[in-house]
């Protein structure tokens, strides 16, 4: 991992045994149903990937790209869609795949833009969450795991673009960003 780790956070091991577990309860939840998983680009690539593949129910992939007006690793929350979806969502069963969920202002924008198209039903699956951050709350009915309020990389999660591919989650040496 070189030096610029300051440590792992979560395995690859422990969001493998994760991500089971959530599609587990995904398959029993969408039974019979015909899902839409829909990412949010660029971080929730790898959630997207390996939980597609860990469910058995049938599913479309769609993705979305929104950008967060603000400063450096803030969140404002007046958001810009970069990419939307290809799909027309109305009467679909959607499932919103986050890499993270930290103020939440993103999302709670994402689910109010997405709510209005009509969707059957509108969930969120969410690998990492940060409780402490939190500035607005959403229901979100499938976290893998409850985290610090740090700034991690890896997993499809970045710094200033590097580390997306790492396949665990870490926290960043302060040297990295200036500390
Ligand atoms: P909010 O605050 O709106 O965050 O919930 C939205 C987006 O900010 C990014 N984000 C992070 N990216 N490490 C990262 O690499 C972090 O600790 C982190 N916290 C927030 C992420 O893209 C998220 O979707
Ligand atoms: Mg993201």
Avoid at 41 to 53: E, I, Q, S, Y
Avoid at 70 to 79: I, Y
Avoid at 146 to 158: A, M, T
Wanted: aromatic share 6%; net charge negative; hydrophobic share 45%.
């Amino acid at each position: 991992m070189g030096n610029d780790l300051k440590s792992v956070l979560i395995t690859k091991e422990e969001i493998d045994a994760k991500l089971a577990e959530l599609a587990g309860r995904i398959d029993r939840d969408y039974q019979g149903r015909d899902l839409l998983i829909v990412g949010v680009l660029k971080g929730a690539v790898m959630v997207m990937a390996d939980l597609a593949r860990a469910v058995s129910t049938p599913v479309t992939m769609d993705w979305m790209a929104v950008s967060s007006y603000g400063s450096g690793t803030r969140s404002s929350g007046v958001v810009r869609i970069l990419k939307d979806l290809d799909t027309d969502i109305a009467g679909r069963h959607v499932l919103v795949v986050e890499d993270i969920i930290d103020s939440g202002l993103t999302l709670s924008w994402l689910l109010t833009n997405l709510g209005s198209r009509g969707p059957a039903s509108l969930a969120v699956c969410t690998l990492l969450r940060k409780p402490e951050a939190a500035q607005v709350d959403i229901d979100v009915a499938y976290v893998g795991f409850d985290i610090p309020n740090e700034f991690v990389v890896g997993y499809g999660l970045d710094f200033a673009e590097k580390y997306r591919n790492l396949p665990f989650v870490g926290t960043l040496a302060p040297h990295v960003y200036g500390g």
